[in-house]
């Protein structure tokens, strides 16, 4: 197999004494949808903000095609190809859709100088997540939907090659959700690979290749989404141990 | 539709360069219309506030870094051309050397206090300003408190100093707006509305606040230059005092922050206004600022010139 896109090597990160992320290794093959899955606080987002920048690590390495890439910047990790879309959208509401998305095509990997290219670049970016007609619409006045996109449309325009998507179908209908994992299988098909954290089981079942169950900051089990449905640890995680008292209890560990 | 956007906005650009030409040409013929030297000097005031509030709107409007620390680089601007004139330098040069010195500054200020956010950044600018107009009144090769007299060996043209001052706003305008229209100018205002998702597209909000501090402090720094070697005398207590970091924030906010013609407006509003207030109302002339910025904020927070445009649009628009 070619180098993994993605090596992450026993992240660790503590919050006072508490293991948020602890000792968690995968690596991510190129062009592949890794998902990641596990209860709340099971420290998906933490694993998350670590590999994108947002939080240091307090121990592990992270190697983006084999440069280690641990502890910098989000600014710096876009420009080696890492995006991100988060969880809680933040687009620059005094900015119109078409203008939030230039100024990633600005300050992607593709570094456009040119105000009129980056304008095109972004035009194009918008055609194709399907957010074209709301341009010169302020991002302040957009549907959550299309905000949604919107992340996702600036998280592209900055030319990555591993996309982070942190719960983009949170808050979406069925029919929205399905147009959003559509437009990620396309993503994946255009050659970008993609971790995705979601909620909704049965969202990332839908499109990952790969899937990795985390609980309590710890990998609990990893493979495609058929082995992890039938895996008996992933079952007790989520719905408790059979026969104990109380359905739906998590496990002491 | 898309494609067609691009060949009228190129046109828009070249009607908007029309207006500014027109009174750049105006204002440059005025002195042969026979201006009192007191309206001459009156507007070369005015040109160096204009110049100072777009130095400021760069950090404050753009970027929304508000600093309320901007007599250092006024004062150091001031005391650079002073000191170097006084040596004997060209003024011209001097006035290089008066946008240099406050730009270096800024950033031995701009370095520790950039990692503070929001009031915390504006409140640590209030300690830097006070601390350097108290260095200031005791550093000996500058007279101290008891401020320093420019000597120029030259005849003094009072239409010498309005060309000049006029040059320099006509240059900070035209800073503004290459700055405003630039790949720089989206990175500030993507730091001014979220400094996290704008790193998180590859901004790094750091650098960029340095580097806007940097020129707004050359604008500032040189406004205060021009304005020594018309002055001939300063002082601390004068151009390093709050009172005119005050002043600098002020103007943006009253003409409109953010935008360029509205810190232009807001400056022009000022140095017209400034004088009267102090000679008319010498007692509670800063109480009538107070009460006219408090009117703004709570009334126009665009300024005066979001309220002509408002304005002009209900004019344009038939009932």
Redesign the interface.
């Given at each position: 197999m070619a180098t993994p896109i993605l090596e992450v090597e026993k992240l660790t990160k503590y919050f006072g004494g508490l293991a948020a992320v602890k000792d968690v290794s995968f690596a991510v093959p190129e062009q592949h949808i890794y998902g990641f899955i596990g209860p709340n606080g099971a420290g998906k987002t933490t694993l998350f903000n670590m590999i994108?920048g947002?939080l240091e690590p307090s121990a592990g390495h992270i190697r983006s095609r084999g440069k280690d890439v641990t502890g910098h910047?989000?600014?710096?990790l876009?420009?080696s190809g890492i995006?991100?879309t988060?969880q809680i959208v933040?687009?620059?509401?005094?900015?119109t859709v078409l203008?939030n998305v230039?100024?990633?095509a600005?300050?992607?990997?593709k570094n456009?100088?040119?105000?009129?290219a980056?304008r095109d670049h972004a035009?194009q970016v918008l055609a194709w997540v399907g957010l074209?007609h709301q341009?010169d619409t302020l991002a302040a006045n957009i549907s959550l939907g299309d905000q949604k996109r919107l992340e996702l449309a600036?998280?592209l325009?900055?030319d990555p090659e591993l996309l982070l998507c942190d719960e983009i179908c949170g808050g979406l209908n069925p029919k929205e959700t399905r147009a959003m994992l559509d437009l990620l299988e396309r993503i994946r098909q255009n050659g970008t690979t993609i971790m995705y954290v979601e909620h909704d089981v049965k969202a990332i079942m839908a499109v990952c290749d790969h899937v990795m169950v985390l609980n309590y900051g710890q990998k609990l089990a990893e493979g495609k989404p058929e082995e992890i449905q039938n895996d008996p640890a992933v079952i007790e995680a989520y719905l408790g141990k059979a026969g104990s008292q109380k359905k739906g209890s998590r496990p002491v560990a | 539709m898309t494609t067609a956007v691009f060949a009228p906005s190129r046109l828009e650009a070249r009607a908007r360069l029309v207006l500014p030409g027109l009174l750049l040409v105006v204002l440059a013929l005025l002195p042969t219309a026979g201006l009192t030297p007191n309206l001459i000097r009156l507007l070369f005031i005015t040109f160096v506030w204009v110049t100072a509030s777009l130095g400021w709107n760069l950090l404050g409007g753009f970027t929304g870094q508000v600093s309320f620390g901007f007599a250092v680089f006024y004062g150091l601007g001031a005391y650079t051309a002073a000191l170097m004139i006084d040596r004997g330098v060209n003024p011209y040069l001097s006035f290089l050397g008066a946008a240099l010195i406050p730009a270096l500054a800024s950033f031995f200020i701009g370095l520790p206090t950039f990692r503070l956010r929001g009031p915390y950044f504006a409140i640590a600018t209030i300690g830097v300003s006070e601390a350097t107009r108290v260095i200031m009144n005791n550093l000996a090769i500058t007279g101290g408190a008891s401020g320093f007299r420019i000597v120029e060996h030259r005849p003094f043209r009072q239409v010498d100093h309005y060309y000049t001052a006029l040059a320099m706003a006509a240059l900070a305008v035209a800073v503004s707006f290459l700055i405003q229209h630039s790949k720089f100018g989206m990175g500030l205002r993507a730091i001014k509305q979220d400094e996290e998702a704008a790193a998180d597209l590859g901004v790094n909000p750091y650098a960029y606040k340095l580097a806007i501090h940097a020129v707004a402090a050359a604008l500032t720094g040189m406004a205060g230059g021009v304005f020594a070697r018309y002055a001939a005398f300063i002082y601390p207590q004068g151009v390093f005092s709050f009172q005119t970091s005050v002043y600098i924030l002020l103007m943006p906010v009253i003409g409109g922050i953010g935008t360029v013609w509205g810190a232009v407006l807001g400056g022009v509003v000022f140095g017209m206004v400034e004088e009267q207030l102090v000679a008319n109302f010498p007692q509670i002339h800063l109480l009538l600022y107070g009460s006219l910025l408090i009117l703004i904020i709570l009334a126009e927070p665009d300024g005066l010139a979001g309220l002509l445009g408002k304005l002009f649009r209900r004019l344009r628009t038939p009932r």
């Open positions: 994108a947002a910047r989000p600014f710096s876009v420009k995006a991100r988060h933040c687009p620059f509401r005094a900015m203008e230039q100024v990633a600005h300050f992607g990997r456009i100088t040119r105000t009129a980056a035009r074209d341009a600036r998280a325009a900055t | -």
